[in-house]
């Protein structure tokens, strides 16, 4: 079973592309992408969007803090 769909790839492969050419630009800032990691997440939300089967975006898990015992 496939983790991403073709048009997902084909999304990060168009990112990746316009990145190397230094077309791709980012959110509301519009400030060029440099960072090839940066061009995936922008390739996958693209796929997001149009509805290719993508996981989920990861996230962080909050650590929850003890109480101590008082005496």
Known sequence: MA?????ADE??????KEMK????RSGRSRK??????????IG???AREA???VPYKRTSKKKTT???ATD
């Open 11 to 16: 999304k990060v492969e168009r990112a990746m």
């Open 66 to 68: 003890r109480k101590k």
């Open 51 to 53: 509805g290719a089967k």
């Open 21 to 24: 050419q230094g077309k791709l």
């Open 32 to 41: 060029k992408v440099t960072d090839p990691k940066q061009a995936i997440a």
């Open 3 to 7: 983790k991403y769909s073709k048009k």
């Open 44 to 46: 996958l939300s693209e």
